[in-house]
T-cell receptor, first 113, second 116 residues
Framework: KQEVTQIPAALSVPEGENLVLNCSFT??????LQWFRQDPGKGLTSLLL?????REQTSGRLNASLDKSSGRSTLYIAASQPGDSATYLC????????????FGSGTRLSIRP | NAGVTQTPKFRILKIGQSMTLQCTQD?????MYWYRQDPGMGLKLIYY???????DKGEVPNGYNVSRSTTEDFPLRLELAAPSQTSVYFC???????????????FGPGTRLTVT
């Protein structure tokens, strides 16, 4: 059974630092991995999607990497800003099938001004 | 292009009452999903649909029902509300739109449901 873990559950860093959020999964047979951002009381916003054949994706200050063999993905945030404060969730899908999407419980990120 | 919309935003139900959570998407996505999110937890899949007329159970379907009569709409029905169904409910859709990768999920703003 696929399990997705995000450690730490919470992280606080000063503004301007580069930081890495971690996501690990137990079954390497994935179709894709997606990183989301969730602001308090809001829905999820897709940040990056990595297909199983890809190693990384970049969008602005964000870079997500995928290492299927080790069951790990990282989300790198460069030059963090207070506006980056949110909960970040990763989700993996086993196939294109919608029934096999498993979410981690998220990392709550706080950027101190 | 409104994306995924959900109504209502908030609702309080008494035990045993019924209600329908509405979800609509205007991206012509074939896949639609219902999730619940409990405090401090990730999302758990309740039901999903791969197209109009086709639905299937996810990880936590008990106590819920869905229908998909059109591509755009995917309502979630709670028949006999129980306190364990207190949660935030998110609807999502995925497919190919705007040339972006398929199966990237787009979420609605959520419905916060309390059952007392």
């Amino acid at each position: 059974k696929q399990e997705v873990t995000q450690i730490p559950a919470a992280l606080s860093v000063p503004e301007g630092e580069n930081l890495v959020l971690n996501c690990s999964f137990t079954d390497s047979a994935i179709y894709n991995l997606q990183w989301f951002r969730q602001d308090p009381g809001k829905g999820l916003t897709s940040l990056l999607l990595i297909q199983s054949s890809q190693r990384e994706q970049t969008s602005g200050r964000l870079n997500a990497s995928l290492d299927k063999s080790s069951g790990r993905s990282t989300l790198y945030i460069a030059a963090s800003q207070p506006g980056d404060s949110a909960t970040y969730l990763c989700a993996v899908s086993r196939y294109s099938s919608a029934s096999k999407i498993i979410f981690g419980s998220g990392t709550r990120l706080s950027i101190r001004p | 292009n409104a994306g995924v919309t959900q109504t209502p935003k908030f609702r309080i139900l008494k035990i045993g009452q019924s209600m329908t959570l509405q979800c609509t998407q205007d991206m012509n996505h074939n896949y639609m999903y219902w999730y619940r999110q409990d405090p401090g937890m990730g999302l758990k899949l309740i039901y999903y649909s791969v197209g109009a007329g086709i639905t299937d159970k996810g990880e936590v379907p008990n106590g819920y029902n869905v229908s998909r009569s059109t591509t755009e709409d995917f309502p979630l029905r709670l028949e006999l509300a129980a306190p364990s169904q207190t949660s935030v409910y998110f609807c999502a859709s995925s497919g190919i739109s705007g040339g972006r990768s398929s199966y990237e999920q787009y979420f609605g703003p959520g419905t916060r449901l309390t059952v007392t």
